[in-house]
């Protein structure tokens, strides 16, 4: 019923299946699209749009779900390509990556496949802010999402352009209301992830180019006036940047700080126990710092360089040097020279993300020791592109007022690779859900970081490019890296339909296998004296209660699991592959357990939705018209999005309380809980004279 | 069907679980496992307290308990060490404070089991005497209980709703209530945080969100970014400091400032209105100075009343114009703040500054209303009648009562006291309406709520000293909840402010 039309023009040269993909029951295709109507009879369930880190995810996990997909990308050999900094992870995005991995998405095992230097950052932090990360061979990466996405079954690649989103006319009933439709392309719903590429404008020096990336063409601009004209979405501005790249031999390493990976490489995927990298072919990176000759060139070229003067937002945390030594005069700022690949001969010095002309670019890396006889093989430059404002979307990443329209990645205002990847797979999820008339699915803040990421989006919006962090998310402690399996695997398969059976298995085992061993470790009950001599290296203190679990144990610092199992070989031996899981998991329980209470609040409140359709400015409750304001604006789902909105009272949040709809299944468990309170009231006043003291 | 057995070893196990710390450990179970099927979602809520009765005048007060460790509250309060009492009856006991084992008041308890309560847990009451001593006390002893905390605005409502125990139609009505309820809870915050003890806390805020805002950025910059080391240590050294000062704070038995009960009436308007006169006759004394020249009172003037038995707090304020006199503007700032604290706000007008034509009267206050001041609460005094004509004052009486988006008006004149009856009885019920209202602005409560706040806080600085140096996410986790703490009495704190502190004190360029 809803369907939705895209028009496709100026398709590439009809480009054959090669035999390098072999595809299964995929197709690669590439073709002149225009006039063709309704393609080869095929109908798709879900479109995606882009072939960035979101579309790619969108289109893989749309599939999965069970939808027919199609994803158009402007050039099939840049699908999965990394527009910028040649790495994947970090503190806060790493979290993210373990997550996507955990819903079984790609990257996480592209990261494996492609990684040439891993290393944990926060080692010393503790493991809530453990942040997994790796630097990237490009075309490895590449490589494995093309060859992931053309194995995928149901799902389609086309080479285009988009040229326009058809719409209905709204429904009168419901001004602003629109549904996608479509006749040439039959399809229920759409995933925009246009990236940098919606209007996007490259800016070198004072020259202005349109461009998504370079040497590539923007998208098409009747796809930003369908948003904004026919839709009526807000949309905003925002720009990034990216440095020049290095020719590797130009550089004199020798004046750079070596700065090695782990020795032992940890996989970000759960499925994989190693990556494709060997330890010791791994890669350095070079940490170098920029001198006092950088900033002079940045102010005398000050006027050359309109990005930098633009007022449009940039990202805080990933500023171009210009803003850098603007903002911090005067200091020494740091500057990595990563490897861009095992077979390339460029260097990637992340933090020079620059705009200002090429000869100046080359005048101001000269200014850096290492650098004094480098050259450079492409110029930096700056992107500044649209987004759409995305408080109008739903939790499910759907445009509020389009149905079967999804948006993800930086067309929502984000910035990074990883926050991409989330979201994409996320819509992709969501739209194939829809498309096959199942109900969206959301995820809480209080369960996972993509649930952080999605909730800030919509509920409060972007004023600059929004990153993640680890202080975003409140309940970090239980948000670990090492447990992403165990809160999000079970859901995917569960509840989402976007992950494989193998993988959910395998969690399965994982999860009984850490209960028993937690349970077997409770069941150790010893008194103080009997743990002296079993773990005579240990000071326990004799003042302590008498008898401690073998959990107890577990959380003194300088007690590790392999210290308890070889204690007590017969019940723990077994659980040795879990050894460090089961270490934090038994630091982190109090904490845990504090957390709960506090989140199953949370998550009680957003069991209660609010209707989209309410007028609330005509609410016959008392509410002062700031508070309908902010309401009406911002348009919540669920009332623990309104309780977190700045301005709102408890009072309005009682007053909403009128027009929430609980969800179905949870009224049956309260219908459960209630019974069992019930009988337990009885049974308590009936037994209350047997009560044990 | 549950056996009988487990269940009854369910709810001991919880009680005595948080008067003591039990050993016997319920089977261990991940937090993330989400086939986590257990309706554990209403018994592991927080227990939570609040005086459900108004203040002032009263022979007895009502305090109200809701959460799973509301049977705890009961055993340790109120000497049921075998069993506890028949549900729904009420029995006359001593109430003791489980600290010190001191009795406090005689008073009834009853005791409500899950679900046959107002908020579908299990509850209890205390009905205790009405003086705010033994209200204090009893209050305080409640938030030594394990467990327990004071409640939020709304929160029992909310609970009731939650467990299907309140119908749409009479949330509606709450809903007014509770409005009423945190209006006079921000009032009373208000009031003190413009005091010293405001400023104390905002300062301990202040230093907070830095501090939380540089282990953050340690957390989330560090490895890549340089901010070195020497971060940590100030914040050692300001958490450290906080947390003693924060102690100290908490056993000063005079906690600084003293909490000024009773209804807050300001008196406010234009100058030459006769605000002070109006004050002087209240109070019965010539409190304040009276001149007929424009501007004569230029602080606040304060005065405690005994009003019908109610405490009234009565202030008279600078009048209200725009001045150049550097003096006379900060007296109009004060003025202004004060009437935004105030609970109740007479509005005095100069009767001569009535339009001739009686049917514009009610147009003309109704302006004068909005563009003096915005006032929620507030009674209309058309002060200096005797100067009006017999016949208008008539007609203008009858125009304007009972005129809708007008609040009461009263005829007065403090020159020949005309009228001065009629308006004392209207302010006289419209405070006792005030203190009828359950919480309004009742300082005992704010100050078992502080310190409850401020307790938490001390004690999650502690966590940070634990974990400093084996796990920075644990030691940033104490350094949150005493931020979110703290951030119950000052004013939310949200992610993004951590943020701009962090962005405004290190040059973070990925």
Redesign the interface.
Known sequence: MNQLILICNKWQDYFPITDRFQPLSSWLLCFDFFGCVDWMGHQYDVIVVGGGHAGTEAAAAAARVGAETLLITQKIHTIGALSCNPSLG???KGQLVKEVDALDGLCGRAGDWAGIHFSI??R??????W?PRAQLDRQRYRDFIQSELLSTPRLTVLEGSVEELLVTEPNPEEPGHHRVTGIRLGTQSVVLTTGTFLSGSLFVGQTTSPGGRIGDAPSSPGLSHTLRERLGLRTGRLRTGTPPRIVKDSVDLSLAKLHLPDSHPTPFSFLNTHTHCKPEEQLPCYLTFTTPGVERVVRESLQLNCHIQQDTKGP????S?ES?VL??PG????V?LEPEGVTSDLLYP??LSMTMPPDIQLRLIREIPPMRRAEIHTPGYGVQYDFVCPTQLSPALQVKSTQGLFLAGQINGTTGYEEAAAQGLWAGANAARWALSMPTVTLSRT?SYIGVLIDDLVS?GVTEPYRM????A?F???LRPD?AD??LT??GF?EVGCVSSVRYQESLRV?NS??DA??A??ALFLSTSSWKKKLPSVPISETK?T?L?G?DLLQY?DVTFEMLASAFPESLSSYMEFAQRLKI?A???P???L???EI??IQ?EENMSLPQDIDYFSLP??LSDEVREILDRVRPSTLGAATRL?GI???A???L??YVRVTEKKKE??R???H??????E???A???S??? | MLPLRSVCGGIWRAAVHTVRTSRGAPPYRLLSSTCDGAPAALADADTIFALSSGHGRCGVAVVRVSGPASATALRCMAGFTQRLPPPRTALLRSITDPRSTEVLDRGLVLWFPAPRSFSGEDSVEFHIHGGPAVITAVLQALGSVPGLRPAEAGEFTRRAFQAGKLGLTEVEGLGDLIHAETEAQRRQALRQMSGELGRLYQDWSDRLKRCLAHVEAFIDFSEDELIEDGVLNRVDVSVRDLQAEIERHLKDERRGERLRGGVQVVIAGATNAGKSSLLNKLCQRPAAIVSPIAGTTRDVVETALDLGGFPVLLSDTAGLRDSSDLVEREGVRRALERVEQADLTLVVVDSAHLPSEVDRAAAFLREHLSSVIRISRCLLVLNKADLLPEKQRQKLDMELRGVSGLPAVCLISCQTNEGLKDFLTVLHSSVKTLCGDPLFGAPTLTQARHRAHLQRCAAALAQYQRYRDTDLALAAEGVRVAVTSLGRITGRVGAEEILDIIFKDFCIGK
Do not use: M
């Open positions: 970090g503190v806060g950052l926060n010393r932090k503790g493991p809530a802010v942040g805080r945390y990933c500023p040097i850098r903002r911090f200091r020494s700022h740091q990595w992340q933090g369960e409060r962090f680890t202080s975003r409140e970090r402690t239980s447990n165990l809160r079970p859901k569960e999860r850490l209960q937690l349970t470790l409770q209660s008898l679990t959990l610092n998991e630091v982190y329980k904490h845990c357990d957390n709960k209470k199953e609040r009680r409750v008392s700045e009272t408890p009072a949040v009682v007053n309380l009128n468990t309260h459960n809980q209630r069992q309170e019930a009988q337990r009231d049974e308590l006043c037994n209350s004279a009560l044990p003291q």
